[in-house]
């Protein structure tokens, strides 16, 4: 099916390109669906591709066998797949964290084009149309003016949960007390790094920098500089800057979140050249397309989960992804970050009803923006655990097309199944 079609009707149509929308768009093209992926970028990825996040976090746990410690992989599925094609391209750190976004772009293009996925770039969601609890169709805003996309069912992987809003499902936004959201972050790149100057001068960074905070030479409110090593030599990954009290999801603190973001890149640049060993005769190679954000609105689902869910590893009968990345929260209001980390060998489950958004029969919810409280999203968020969310989307959109039934009606047994097969949950 191409756009020159004048129906312009498909079985599943995914809001968002990101990993959780790819894997969406992936795996419910192979169950058979035909499927439109529209995304307001020029590429899929996502945070990956438009917020330069990287490196991938954790996405295993650490099994004892006799005194020696095992990876066991806990993200798989379309996960791993993507993860086998930046390997080949040698385009993946050997501790398989830190990659290229640039072959990710290519690889998630012809991962979702092989699937007989439709993509469609430079679409921003303006509407939706409902019959009762059923969605009809979304339009969008492009070059060919404000096109009109009907489908049987939806997946929002958007991040900010724009079509479950716009389609009149609740939600919540940051944590419960002040709906303040995790800082947002540009990231950014370093090159020409003297990575051996680096390494001397690496452990007395965060010192100095924290004692020219307190002279008030520094006004940006992180407590460290966090930094990590790229993909390319003598590049280094910069995930530093940290904007407080800002709603993501408005239009004119996200610009002021961009601008202000955009002083405190050059501001450490800045700091590093002349204080930091191996900065001397380095380029500010990039900042990020767009500023990274962590939290904004969560859907209000047929489950919460919650904080409490996560430290206890909780397992459910419809567990449609696991993980266990740390429940990792960054300062709403300023400085600090707070850490809790799960044993090895132990991880929690996030269940399928966490994807049903209310007041919406045909409607997935992938990505960060689940049914989930501010404390359990600061572990889900990651890149590795909403992809294998939006597999889950995608695969449970084929299991309901299937067998002609509202999502909420999916059989989860027949969807956990198909997953495990996948190795996309254990």
Known sequence: ????????????????????????????????????????????????????????????TVIRENGAGKKFYLCGGVFR?????????????????????????????????KAGADILFHSYLTGVSKDGETLVSVTVANKSGT???????????????????????PYRLGRDADRLCQPMTLCFRVGNVDMDGFAKSRGSINTLYAEMQKQGKIRNVREDVLIFEYVAEGVLHFN??????????????????????????????????????????????????????RESRMIDGEYVLTGGDL????????????????????????????HHYFPEGQYYGIPYRALLPRNAANLLVAGRCISVTHEAQASIRI????????EAAGTAAGVARRAGVPVRDVDTEELRDILRKRGSVV
């Open 1 to 60: 099916m191409t756009l020159q079609n004048t129906e312009r009707k498909y079985d599943l149509i995914v809001a968002g390109g990101g990993l959780s929308g790819a894997a969406a768009a992936i795996s419910a093209a192979r169950e058979g669906l035909g499927v439109l992926l529209i995304e307001r970028a020029n590429c899929l990825g996502g945070a990956a591709s438009n917020c330069l996040v990287n490196p991938f976090m954790p996405y295993w």
């Open 81 to 113: 797949e993507i993860l086998g094609e930046l390997e080949a391209a040698g385009a993946l750190a050997a501790d398989e964290s830190a990659f290229s976004e640039e072959y990710l772009k290519l690889i998630l293009n012809r991962m979702v084009k």
């Open 147 to 169: 096109p009109e996309f009907f489908a049987d069912y939806f997946v929002d992987a958007t991040g900010d949960a724009d079509l479950a809003v716009m389609s009149g499902c």
């Open 240 to 293: 530093s800057t940290r904007i407080v009290k800002k709603n993501p999801v408005d239009a004119f603190d996200l610009t002021e979140a961009e601008i202000e973001a955009r002083e405190q890149v050059f501001e450490l640049y800045d700091f590093l050249v002349k204080n930091i060993g191996g900065f001397q005769n380095s380029r500010l190679l990039a900042t990020a397309p767009q500023i990274g954000v």
């Open 311 to 338: 430290i206890s590893c909780k397992k459910f009968a419809d567990t449609i992804a696991v993980g266990n990345y740390d429940i990792d929260i960054h300062n709403p209001e300023g400085s600090g970050t707070s």
């Open 383 to 390: 890149m590795p655990i909403v992809c294998c969310v939006g």
